[in-house]
């Protein structure tokens, strides 16, 4: 596509339910990373994909939370039992690969709320 | 392991005045340093980046930054700004060559107010 994709933009949800975010890249970028961005706390790395395989997840911050990708596209951020401190924007982003001089494209991001 | 601190969490300035906001890094290995936009209601986007070489590098917008690798620093600067300039800014860092660890870390951001 055009550029990085994320779904739902809005998310309402009741605590202690479960909520899965997507991410969709940009058609051919390898890398996919997943940042959380809260009130007063910038941008929080939580885990990053190059291929379908995730070398670095340990931004995750409990295990209630969980990532996946397949097919080396799409991406779905999973939380459970959600609580209201995961309330807070979740971004993510692609790149053509994990070189680190290579610039990141952002989504818009998903704003959840937890209630 | 790399870090990032934005010294200045809002930076109110006036139309057509110059404007630096400060960035500091730490690292004990080589990095490569980034700026990155967020206008409202935008995503971000890359504004400029230190890869190598001349240590002054020129972004869009106007902007630039200059890296201080004995002061650990990665200033951002305009000589003039505009209105449409009111964003929040973003200092990063990622590991340097030789590496192929993808994770970019950010620092807090800067919210910088232009008012007229």
């Known amino acids: 596509g055009a550029g990085v994709s994320q779904s739902p933009s809005n998310k309402v949800t009741e605590k202690g339910k479960d909520v899965e975010l997507r991410c969709d890249p940009i058609?051919?970028?390898?890398?996919l990373y997943w940042y959380r961005q809260s009130l007063g706390q910038g941008l929080e790395f939580l885990i990053y994909?190059?291929?379908?395989?995730?070398?670095?997840k340990s931004g995750l911050p409990s295990d209630r939370f969980s990532a996946e990708r397949t097919g080396g596209s799409v991406s779905t951020l999973t939380i459970q039992r959600t609580q209201q401190e995961d309330s807070a924007v979740y971004l993510c982003?692609?790149?053509?690969?994990?070189?680190?001089?290579?610039?990141?494209?952002f989504g818009s991001g998903t704003q959840l709320s937890v209630l | 392991a790399q870090s990032v601190t934005q010294l200045d969490s809002q930076v109110p300035v006036f139309e057509e005045a110059p404007v630096e906001l400060r960035c500091n890094y730490s690292?004990?290995?080589?990095?490569?340093l980034f700026w990155y936009v967020q206008y409202p209601n935008q995503g971000l986007q890359l504004l400029l980046k230190?890869?190598?070489?001349?240590?002054l590098v020129k972004g869009i917008n106007g902007f630039e930054a200059e890296f201080n690798k004995s002061q650990t620093s990665f200033h951002l600067r305009k000589p003039s700004v505009h209105i449409s300039d009111t964003a929040e800014y973003f200092c990063?860092?990622?590991?340097?060559?030789?590496?192929?660890?993808?994770?970019?870390?950010f620092g807090q951001g800067t919210t910088l107010q232009v008012k007229p």
């Open positions: 982003a692609s790149s053509l690969g994990v070189k680190t001089n290579e610039k990141l494209f």
């Open positions: 058609s051919g970028h390898t890398a």
């Open positions: 994909f190059q291929g379908n395989s995730a070398p670095d």
């Open positions: 690292s004990s290995v080589s990095v490569y």
């Open positions: 230190y890869l190598s070489g001349s240590t």
């Open positions: 990063a860092v990622r590991r340097g060559i030789g590496s192929n660890t993808g994770k970019l870390i």
